[in-house]
């Protein structure tokens, strides 16, 4: 693809060099070779990059002026640098090449297979399923019976998920995640103490572009349906209980537990090892760092806060209230220790 092409999909200026540079990926600046596309999000990484050998850089409007260090380099100008070299990298990637249905692959009754399906050695493929087209299923993956997975999804080796579940277009699952089983939900006798399972009878909805890490595991509704919403990003290990409603374009990080009918807002971030308790309401926006707990029935929002604040600790709260409570702890302990009072 030339950097003209791209340029007219993403937009951005074209301030150095020639429109017909042909770029066949992305790379670092110090690996980058004639026909990659490097990036810069200020003077110091654009100077080190035209100092290299890529055959264009995109960088951050005005942070470098005079490109003639590298009159070689063909340089476009954008607002958001990283996001467009992203979007480039995207574009760049060459198509993985459709192998068609592998012949010890095990493919229901009533199937629809779309145009440019594969389907990896030894997947198992449910009766009435559907794969839209362009998906690609790879080895040792199980839709179950039923499942609706749209165009363009890419679900690796060995995911398995059950019937019930509905994949919008795009969606990308990684290794070993589990999608639609059964929610931990159960009644118990007050007078035996023995567990019966709740139904667990739900649905459970991934929009478009919602993309999957490996090992996590989503759960389906009890009696109705769990859904994570477009564009939503989930990373590796992490846990979705049944009922929940995630908003889009949310991010959650690695271990991260969501206990069951708990709600998440559009656009907030979950960091690493945060854990929410059931029937928490996490407003849009919110930002939980690593570790944060909230407790059940929990409301967070981000009101009478700045844009961006980060909630920690358990109860979740702002860090300036954190470390002012651990400065006042930290002062009592250490008057205990040489026998003042307060």
Same mark, same amino acid.
């Given at each position: 693809?030339?950097?003209? /092409?791209?340029?007219?999909k993403l937009g951005g200026r074209l301030t150095q060099g020639s429109p017909a540079v042909a770029l066949s990926g992305v790379e670092s600046s110090g690996a980058a070779k004639e026909?990659?596309?490097?990036?810069?999000?200020?003077?110091?990484?654009?100077?080190?990059?035209? %100092? $290299?050998?890529?055959?264009? *850089?995109?960088?951050?409007?005005?942070?470098?002026?005079?490109?003639?260090?590298?009159?070689?380099?063909?340089?476009?100008?954008?607002?958001?640098?990283?996001?467009?070299?992203?979007?480039?990298?995207?574009?760049?990637?060459? &198509?993985?090449?459709?192998?068609?249905? #592998?012949?010890?692959? +095990?493919?229901?009754?009533?199937?629809?297979? &779309?145009? +440019?399906?594969?389907?990896?050695?030894?997947?198992?493929?449910?009766? &009435? %399923?559907?794969?839209?087209?362009?998906?690609?299923?790879?080895?040792?993956?199980?839709?179950?019976?039923?499942?609706?997975?749209?165009?363009?999804?890419?679900?690796?080796?060995?995911?398995?998920?059950?019937?019930?579940?509905?994949?919008?277009?795009?969606?990308?699952? #990684?290794?070993? %995640?589990?999608?639609?089983?059964? $929610?931990?939900?159960?009644?118990?006798?007050?007078?035996?103490?023995?567990?019966?399972?709740?139904?667990?009878?739900?649905? *459970?909805?991934?929009?478009?572009?919602?993309?999957? $890490?490996?090992?996590?595991?989503?759960?389906?509704?009890?009696?109705?349906?769990?859904?994570?919403?477009?564009?939503?990003?989930?990373?590796? *290990?992490? #846990?979705?209980? #049944?009922?929940?409603?995630?908003? /889009?374009?949310?991010?959650?990080?690695?271990?991260? $537990?969501?206990?069951?009918?708990?709600?998440?807002?559009?656009?907030?971030v979950i960091a690493g090892q945060v854990g929410i308790g059931d029937h928490v309401k996490i407003g849009p926006g919110v930002i939980l760092g690593g570790q944060a707990g909230v407790?059940?029935?929990?409301?967070?929002?981000?009101?009478? *806060?700045?844009?961006?604040?980060?909630?920690?600790?358990?109860? %979740?709260?702002?860090?300036?209230?954190?470390?002012?409570?651990?400065?006042?702890?930290?002062?009592?302990?250490?008057?205990?220790?040489?026998?003042?009072?307060?």
């Open positions: 693809m030339t950097l003209g /092409e791209l340029v007219e026909q990659d596309l490097v990036f810069a999000e200020d003077a110091a990484s654009a100077t080190k990059a035209l %100092a $290299g050998a890529a055959g264009a *850089l995109v960088l951050k409007l005005g942070c470098l002026e005079g490109y003639g260090s590298n009159l070689a380099m063909a340089v476009v100008e954008a607002d958001q640098p990283r996001l467009w070299f992203a979007r480039a990298a995207k574009l760049l990637k060459p &198509g993985v090449a459709a192998a068609s249905v #592998h012949s010890t692959a +095990a493919v229901g009754l009533e199937v629809e297979i &779309g145009e +440019a399906v594969t389907i990896g050695a030894c997947a198992a493929i449910g009766d &009435g %399923a559907v794969l839209g087209s362009g998906t690609r299923v790879e080895a040792g993956a199980v839709i179950g019976e039923g499942v609706r997975v749209g165009e363009n999804c890419r679900i690796y080796p060995n995911v398995t998920i059950y019937s019930g579940t509905t994949l919008g277009n795009r969606v990308v699952v #990684h290794a070993g %995640a589990v999608l639609g089983a059964d $929610g931990f939900g159960y009644v118990r006798d007050a007078k035996t103490g023995t567990y019966t399972q709740f139904p667990q009878q739900g649905t *459970l909805l991934i929009e478009d572009d919602v993309e999957i $890490g490996a090992n996590s595991t989503i759960d389906r509704g009890a009696l109705k349906q769990t859904r994570i919403g477009r564009g939503t990003k989930i990373d590796n *290990l992490v #846990h979705v209980g #049944h009922n929940c409603d995630i908003g /889009e374009d949310v991010i959650l990080v690695a271990l991260t $537990g969501i206990s069951g009918s708990s709600t998440v807002g559009n656009g907030a407790f059940s029935g929990s409301k967070v929002t981000n009101e009478g *806060l700045k844009p961006g604040t980060v909630l920690y600790g358990t109860p %979740a709260r702002p860090l300036r209230q954190v470390l002012r409570e651990q400065a006042v702890l930290a002062r009592m302990a250490k008057r205990q220790k040489t026998g003042k009072s307060e």
